[in-house]
Every structure is written in structure tokens, then in C-alpha cells.
């Protein structure tokens, strides 16, 4: 259940991020509004960062070294791919 409310947490911020962005303009003339989106893509990647840990940690993958290395792990367990 951990898992799937922190997917729909990041989800909302992709979505939040989306209606937020600016054009390339904008976005580089209007630091408030940069640094907004650039907080929203920050906290959606730590939500993704969360999830693939609870992963890692549910399938007793091991514990890594950093959090680098939980992307590791899962790519040596396929759970994800590199590409």
C-alpha cells in the first residue's frame, strides 16, 4: 500500500509539473517560477527514489550502498532495465 501511495504522491507532482512549466523563455527569465519547477522535479524524484527502496527492501534485494545503488540492485534483479 506504501508503495502505491507514494507512486500516486509522485504522479501529482509530475502532473502539478506539467501545468506549471513554462515555455524555455519564461522559464529562464522568471526565477520564482524556475526554481518551483525545479523543486517539483526534485521532490518527485526523491518519491521515486522512496519507492524503489521500499522495493528493494519488500524483495530482500540486499542493501545498497547509496542511492545509486538501489537503482544497481534492481537493474541486477530486472525489476527495471537501463534503458
Known amino acids: 500500500m506504501r508503495i502505491f501511495s507514494k507512486l500516486d504522491e509522485m504522479t501529482g507532482y509530475v502532473e502539478e509539473l506539467k501545468e506549471m512549466l513554462p ?7 522568471h526565477l520564482i517560477r524556475r526554481r518551483a519547477c525545479e523543486k517539483t522535479i526534485e521532490v518527485a524524484i526523491e518519491s521515486l527514489i ?3 527502496a521500499m522495493i528493494v527492501s519488500a524483495g530482500k534485494f540486499g542493501l545498497p550502498a547509496s542511492e545509486e545503488g538501489i537503482f544497481d540492485i534492481l537493474v541486477g534483479k ?3 532495465s537501463r534503458d
Open 23 to 29: 515555455d524555455k523563455e519564461e522559464y529562464l527569465q
Open 78 to 80: 530486472k525489476v527495471i
Open 50 to 52: 522512496d519507492v524503489s
